[in-house]
């Protein structure tokens, strides 16, 4: 791999273990749930609608992942992924955005088509 690569797939990786930590939250959560009642609790039934939205943010991690490593400036599809994000709270956004201006800190965008400015 290279220096591009790398820095993608750390990006990539610390947003993916960002959504399973929520979802293995969730799950617990659910695992300590009192039995409900079929279609009668709204909690538990949020719970479930959380863990599926989850976990098809993973799936679309997942796609969005390998298609970004053949693109010019990998670092788009990245910011586009977490601003799009439905399953990702604003600090944690925050937090993901500064790592990826950080991994690509030392990287010529001029080199990769990175660009800054978004």
């Not at 609608?49 to 010019?72: H, P, S, V, W």
């Amino acid at each position: 791999m290279n220096p591009i690569t790398d820095a993608v797939q750390s990006v990539w990786n610390e947003i993916h273990s960002h959504l399973q930590n929520r979802k293995d939250r969730i799950n617990e959560e659910i695992g300590r749930y009192p039995t409900p009642i079929a279609g009668c609790d709204q909690q538990f039934n949020y719970l479930l609608e959380q863990r599926r939205q989850i976990q098809g943010e993973i799936n679309k991690l997942r796609k969005t992942e390998f298609a970004c490593l053949e693109a010019d400036d990998p670092t788009i599809a990245i910011s586009d992924f977490l601003q799009t994000s439905h399953c990702i709270d604003r600090e944690a956004k925050k937090h993901l955005e500064a790592l990826l201006r950080d991994r690509f800190a030392n990287t010529d965008p001029i080199a990769v088509g990175i660009s800054y400015e978004r």
